[in-house]
């Protein structure tokens, strides 16, 4: 099972910029579809971006054109970076890979300890 590492996560004031960082550790990486979720104070995670093995990408709404999503396989590493960020994008930030199966063979998903982004007004 891949085990993720996030960093990158601090306060910033609003249109500021930060880069998380997911580090994946174990094999098959690129197998997986990776997300990124948020979690605010006394909600539940939502997806913020998505990353599949093609190079695919979807955003929520909230984020699009602010936040971008990438994927390096060869590091075993899929980023987030979040320009002109708001108070509303508070919050715990989760990365995620998906639970796949390829070639009858099961490759389970996982999710990070989280990284808390807090933005100031």
């Known amino acids: 099972q891949v085990q993720l590492v996030e960093s990158g996560g601090g306060l910033v004031q609003a249109g500021g910029s930060l880069r998380l960082s997911c580090a994946a550790s174990?094999?098959?990486?690129?197998?997986?579809?990776m997300g990124w979720y948020r979690q605010a104070p006394g909600k539940a995670p939502d997806l913020v971006a998505r990353?599949?093995?093609?190079?695919?990408?979807h955003y929520a709404e909230s984020v699009k054109g602010r936040f971008t999503i990438s994927r390096d396989n060869a590091k075993n590493t899929v980023y987030l970076t979040m320009n002109n960020l708001k108070p509303e994008d508070t919050g715990v930030y989760y990365c995620?890979?998906?639970?796949?199966?390829?070639?009858?063979?099961?490759?389970?998903?996982?999710w990070g300890q989280g990284t808390q982004v807090t933005v100031s007004s």
């Open positions: 990353a599949t093995t093609d190079g695919s990408t």
């Open positions: 174990g094999s098959f990486f690129s197998l997986h579809p």
């Open positions: 995620n890979a998906e639970g796949v199966v390829s070639y009858g063979r099961q490759y389970p998903g996982s």
